[in-house]
């Protein structure tokens, strides 16, 4: 199990004080320090089942600045991959990454099926 979170983030830290009182093992990646590669989040898209839009920080500073929130609808799948690829800050974390899916934000009902 890979959680890809930004350790200054609080729901980051509560996502994996969950995993750590559940006993789950589990690889941590800092998503500013090593961000998802573009083939990455094709596969964690496609594993996940959800629009690609979920993959987006909405709340973050990158997003608005860029004015996405207009943008998107008009990006292709292909270049918004590419746009997500280029920081780490522009992706919605938590993520947590199984053999057999992948969520986005820490909603611990969602997560409990996972693990």
Same mark, same amino acid.
């Given at each position: 199990?890979?959680?890809?979170?930004? /350790?200054?983030?609080?729901?980051?830290?509560?996502? +994996?004080?969950?995993?750590?009182?559940?006993?789950?093992?589990?690889?941590?990646?800092?998503?500013?320090?090593?961000? /998802?590669? +573009?083939?990455?989040?094709?596969?964690?898209?496609? +594993?996940?089942?959800? /629009?690609?839009?979920?993959? $987006?920080n909405t709340s973050g500073m990158i997003y608005r600045?860029?004015?996405?929130?207009?943008?998107?609808?008009?990006?292709?799948?292909?270049?918004?991959?590419?746009?997500?690829?280029?920081?780490?800050?522009l992706v919605k974390r938590p993520i947590l990454v199984?053999?057999?899916?992948?969520?986005?934000? $820490?909603?611990?009902?969602?997560?409990?099926?996972?693990?």
């Open positions: 199990m890979l959680l890809v979170h930004y /350790p200054k983030c609080s729901t980051c830290q509560k996502a +994996k004080k969950w995993l750590e009182g559940k006993g789950v093992e589990f690889e941590e990646r800092d998503i500013k320090e090593k961000k /998802p590669t +573009k083939e990455e989040l094709k596969t964690w898209h496609q +594993k996940s089942g959800m /629009p690609l839009k979920k993959f $987006f600045e860029l004015q996405l929130k207009d943008k998107l609808p008009d990006m292709t799948e292909e270049e918004q991959y590419e746009l997500l690829a280029t920081d780490g800050m199984t053999d057999t899916a992948v969520v986005t934000g $820490f909603r611990e009902k969602e997560w409990e099926k996972l693990v």
